[in-house]
């Protein structure tokens, strides 16, 4: 069967997400030492100022407002970046096992999501963020949201019929 099996789109999703969670989100919690004289933190810093980004800009200031986002990104990297790497190796050979904990993985990420999007909506820079910068951040952040709960959900749907089936084999 063909790599991916039909869901390319997964695989653009996977090659896209590692990258920006290893080199971007997971700079908060590497060791200093990791990053310097590195062009990573170059990258961050351009990352916040493309839009003045309150999250990671709240992530580097290591503020109480924004402490909460530190166990997101642990979860991240104790728990996302592991799963998209099981679930990209086991959809390139095809391996519906995986179906459960992509579940769990899109679920998971997705909700972390939600407050991120929060703290973008309830953010009070001075001077206030611009048209521009709003809709440059949520072009940056809904991406993230919409597609790890579409893949919840396609997850569970995929779930539901196998379950389905499974238990109709069990009647007969």
Request: glycine share 6%; proline share 6%.
């Amino acid at each position: 069967m063909s790599r991916f099996a039909g869901r390319g789109f997964d695989g653009l999703w996977f090659w896209f997400c590692a990258p920006i969670t290893i080199l971007l989100d997971l700079q908060t919690i590497y060791p200093k030492h990791w990053l310097a004289d590195t062009y990573l933190s170059a990258l961050f810093e351009w990352s916040i100022t493309l839009a003045r980004d309150p999250i990671l800009g709240g992530a580097i200031s290591k503020t109480r407002e924004f402490a909460w986002l530190q166990y997101f990104f642990f979860l991240e990297g104790g728990f996302q970046l592991p799963c998209f790497i099981i679930g990209a190796i086991c959809l390139w050979r095809n391996d519906k096992r995986v179906y459960p904990l992509l579940l769990a993985y899109g679920a998971s990420t997705a909700t972390t999501l939600i407050p991120c999007l929060g703290a973008i909506f309830t953010a009070n820079p001075k001077p206030p963020l611009t048209t521009k910068e709003m809709i440059t951040l949520l072009s940056e952040y809904v991406p993230f949201l919409l597609i790890p709960l579409g893949m919840a959900v396609d997850m569970g749907i995929k779930l539901t019929k196998i379950v389905s089936m499974a238990q109709d084999r069990k009647r007969v």
